[in-house]
């Protein structure tokens, strides 16, 4: 892998928004800064994400100064919502994973009400440090992460996409592709490498940073969901279900913890250095 490189950074400052990419992000213990420190609950409590509303695909969170974000989304006026003040934080279920939030401003639960036709809540992480471990069955002590799915970042390659599509130009669904990356939703894309390579890395160096690679990553019905259109379809996962089934599912890329702190900047190489 040696002529490996960082391709390009994304991140996603409310959780189930379209992404973001950068020239360059700060790697905090829990994740890119900036990324999926916001997130929508229901009036239960629960998580909502494109899983139950695919029209998440459409809007945007533009971080703002001091942490906020200003949202938009089509037929919407665009509004900015700061950082809550942390008076007192709200329980809520995220996959099974129970932590407590702090609750957005009024009008932000309206204006995400209203686009996504049903009662919602917008939270903010305030304390990463604090508020989530990650799965102790993959985890050192300490370790915690942000409103991702279940790990601080997702690396995806480059090769392997392409890969990928070229498996789904020989399926059923063959009209679907070719994929685009953002189906994956990855914090970084890795070029320079040979198709899965990364199925052998433990431990990965990004330009000034050093990541422990925790488990790959299961891939659910969001990856169906074009996040241009908000339509779902087939792909990717009926043909990773017929070449990338492991025990933890259907699986593409690989969840990181960073194991320093730093810069990540497009164009950084990318070692394997375990």
Known sequence: MGNAELLSIHVHPVKAFRGQALREAVVEPWGLAGDR???LIDDGGKVV???QQPRLALAAAEPVPGGGVRLSAPGREPLTVPVPEAVGTVSMDLFGDKLEAVLAGAAAHRWCSAYVGADVRL???DDPAARRPVDPGYALPGETVSFA???PLLAVSAASLDALNSLVAQGPHSGEGPLPMNRFRPNLVVGG?????????SRLVVGEVEFRVAKPSGRCVVTT???DTAVRGKEPLSTLGRHRRLDDGLVFGQNLVPLSRGTVRVGDPVRVVA
Do not use: F, L, S
């Open 49 to 51: 994400t494109q899983r």
């Open 123 to 125: 939270v903010h992480m």
């Open 225 to 227: 969901t074009d996040q």
């Open 149 to 151: 799915d279940g790990y």
């Open 193 to 201: 490498t040979e198709p899965w390579a990364e199925d052998h890395w």
């Open 37 to 39: 420190r916001w997130a």
